[in-house]
């Protein structure tokens, strides 16, 4: 079991810049595979990035190619997702996924743990 706790959420300009923190609790955090996701606003949610267990493999949906960077500091149990020159159709429920299976990592689907969400809103 893992508890998965996000933050970092908030309003902000377009082009800008956001920092989203997942925190991890529970069994060791390592043997995780994570993903970020998002749900627009009346709309379903969708994958947006995800990173193996030693944080050296990522893969990013085309959508946020090139301005979205996720990360993960396992000294920390903490995955991050840095997103740049946000637009307003990044506006959305970011939410973090763990799942200790490769086929779910590489599926970017299927994910067992969730955590609650973090709105970003991006608007002028």
């Known amino acids: 079991q893992v508890q998965l706790v996000e933050s970092g959420g908030g309003l902000v300009q377009p082009g800008g810049s956001l920092r989203l923190a997942c925190a991890a609790s529970g069994r060791t955090f390592s043997r995780y595979y994570m993903g970020w996701f998002r749900q627009p606003p009346g709309k379903e949610r969708e994958f947006v990035a995800t990173?193996?267990?030693?944080?050296?493999?990522?893969a990013y949906a085309d959508s946020v190619k090139g301005r979205f960077t996720i990360s993960r500091d396992n000294a920390k149990n903490t995955v991050y997702l840095q997103m740049n020159s946000l637009q307003p159709e990044d506006t959305a429920v970011y939410s973090c996924?763990?799942?200790?299976?490769?086929?779910?990592?590489?599926?970017?689907?299927?994910?067992?743990?969730w955590g609650q969400g973090t709105q970003v809103t991006v608007s002028s």
């Open positions: 996924a763990a799942d200790d299976s490769v086929f779910t990592h590489l599926a970017r689907r299927g994910y067992h743990f």
């Open positions: 990173i193996n267990l030693s944080g050296s493999t990522t």
